[in-house]
């Protein structure tokens, strides 16, 4: 298989990353020599295999539901680009 | 001194024959000295470092010391550490002053007392063999300044060659504490999944992440992973298991070990000079009372192309973090939100892990995630498997870690395919989860050669061993680079 220009702009807003037209292009050579050799596995045929997620085969661990972190809002925001009053600014979403 | 085993260094603090504060102010020298050509630490804060020296001297004096208090150490700039710039090698993380340890920054400076000397280069988000990925810069591989130390641990890799730290942290998703550390004469251990806490180490492909030490031995290897390894409730994949002492076997002896040797691994693409010296470590295991068994890793050929969707689908979600809100970089110039992120997003990343997040997007995407990601999975069981078959005919697995010694600077940059088969014998460890090992065995035309061990889950203690005792038999892991004084 091969990407088409419009693919990779595509998956690069799926991504969020703007990419501009001449990178698209030097994008598309290099996803398509990637994809060429992740193109081997489709020759196997893996039909019954269970897929494997997880190196262990362990199931997600519990916790009681109790306050176990302290409120370090201040030290958290301190590295954050735009903050005001607590809040995260970003633009308007909502006109 | 910067010769020196961390036991010889733990007698010497001990026996008070040198102080942390003395200890780290001589390497705090070197690095001033020899980083700015090698360019292996990002980030170095000398008074940081000499005020943990005097408190780990204090903690020495009142005789509560462990067995590394006050032993100075390099971490790879993947961990968090707070009040430290911690980057992960990218300029979207090019202001990020972690408000938070990692636990194997707790553990190794609070509970071990260890001494952060400074936070080194690494392949941006640890994308990369060749360490030629970071936003600050590649490393020089101190074997020869014209080439790559490997990655993404390759920081950390050139920091210990170069004797700018005795011992330094890794991490490994696809080879990078194994292949850096084979290309630069190190000994490196990437433990089972789950031994070492994930938390505060910035996360590339959660299913495969796992820290590990690089030092200049097993032994230290061994001391270094007794401080780094446990139990973790903050990372939901943590193992709960009996603390271990992965130094107690180190001496036994080897008679009637069963080293497998995969004939997947000692075909055509690798360079005969590395095989020549991997051949020879057979022939010294030998010696030393081994016995060598053929397997076969019949899948082994599909783990980089598995791989390739594996971790690109666990990056492109881990990395949508990284949108300008939070933390990080931010791009100074938007419209939207959504123009905000994109911008963002772009200017933040580099290009590797651009494709790496646009691949992951791609496989997950409607339509393809059953024939790729879910392939991916499937094969991914199928590797595993294949260890488990051959595990029951050796105890140990065998080979190369690294088809060539270290590459020239530039030299395959240009070509992602290129560098991604640079990792062709180590991926597959990850996708099973095994602990993996490289140690140095040799040298091909001047530059080092790695032999990697593979163990059986948690055989951690037996690789130390069996690495170990090739050690005390051999000199390959004393040599060092010349020209560093």
Redesign the interface.
Known sequence: MS?TLE??QR?????????SADEAQV?QG??N??????????A?D?RG????????D?S??L?PDEVSETD?RA??Q?????TEAGL?L????IE | MIEKSLKELAQALAGKRISSLELTDLYLERIARLNPDINAFITVDPEKSRAAARAADARLAAGQGGPLTGIPVAQKDIFCAEGWLTTCGSKMLGNFVSPYDATVIRKLEQEAGLVSLGKTNMDEFAMGSSNETSYFGPVKNPWDRSRVPGGSSGGSAAAVAARLAPVATGTDTGGSIRQPAALCNLTGLKPTYGVVSRYGMIAFASSLDQGGPMARSAEDCALLLNAMAGFDAQDSTSLDRPAEDYAADLEKPLDGLRLGLPKEFFGEGCDPAVMAAVRAAIAEYEKLGAKTVEVSLPNSHLSVPAYYVIAPAEASSNLSRFDGVRYGYRAPDYGSLDDMYCKTRAQGFGAEVKRRILIGAYVLSHGYYDAYYLQAQRIRRLIADDFAAAFKHCDVILGPTSPSPAFKLGERAADPVQMYLSDIYTIAVNLAGLPGMSIPCGFAAGLPVGLQLIGDYFAEGRLLNVAHRYQQATEWHRRAPEGLA
């Open positions: 990407l693919q990779v998956i690069a807003h799926l991504a969020r990353i703007e990419v994008t290099h996803l020599g990637i994809f060429q050799l992740i193109e081997a596995m489709q196997v893996t295999v269970e897929p494997m997620a997880h190196a262990q362990v997600q661990r916790r370090r030290a958290f301190a590295v954050a680009p735009e995260y970003v633009p308007k979403v």
